[in-house]
């Protein structure tokens, strides 16, 4: 089992910028839904962003805004998360090893059953 790593998060003003990563198998990206979960005290874990053999998905609340991109040299996937709002600040986590194909609306994933992994999580902040 590799290591999922969720580097990246912390504190920032709104419209600031901050990057998750997440290790995986090359067998893993080209077999498995993965992406980044979010949770605030209170509220369900909901998708942000996912990754399958199709390409990324995101949710509507993060479209345009967020960026997914693979580096397959690194076995790693990225989270880029630009123009950040107040409304973002979450525990961040990072899953891997879910169904073959994301769910068409990724924000409805995140039920810890769905996926055999997942990580410690990040904090992000942001502040207005």
């Given at each position: 089992?590799?290591?999922?790593?969720?580097?990246?998060?912390?504190?920032?003003?709104?419209?600031?910028?901050?990057?998750?990563?997440?290790?995986?198998?090359?067998?893993?990206?080209?077999?498995?839904?993965?992406?980044?979960?979010?949770?605030?005290?209170?509220?369900?874990?909901?998708?942000?962003?996912?990754?399958?053999?199709?390409?990324?998905?995101?949710?509507?609340?993060v479209k345009?805004?967020?960026?997914?991109?693979?580096?397959?040299?690194?076995?790693?996937l990225?989270?880029?998360?630009?123009?950040?709002?107040?409304?973002?600040?979450?525990?961040?986590?990072?899953?891997?090893?879910?169904?073959?194909?994301?769910?068409?609306?990724?924000?409805?994933?995140?039920?810890?059953?769905?996926?055999?992994?997942?990580?410690?999580?990040?904090?992000?902040?942001?502040?207005?």
């Amino acid at each position: 089992q590799v290591p999922l790593v969720e580097p990246g998060g912390g504190s920032v003003q709104a419209g600031g910028s901050l990057r998750l990563s997440c290790v995986a198998s090359e067998y893993t990206f080209s077999h498995y839904c993965m992406g980044w979960f979010r949770q605030v005290p209170g509220k369900e874990r909901e998708g942000v962003a996912g990754f399958d053999r199709k390409g990324p998905l995101y949710a509507n609340f993060v479209k345009g805004r967020f960026t997914v991109s693979k580096d397959s040299a690194k076995n790693t996937l990225y989270l880029q998360m630009d123009n950040l709002r107040p409304e973002d600040t979450a525990m961040y986590y990072c899953a891997t090893e879910g169904p073959p194909f994301c769910a068409a609306d990724i924000a409805t994933m995140g039920h810890a059953r769905e996926f055999r992994n997942w990580g410690r999580g990040t904090q992000v902040t942001v502040s207005s």
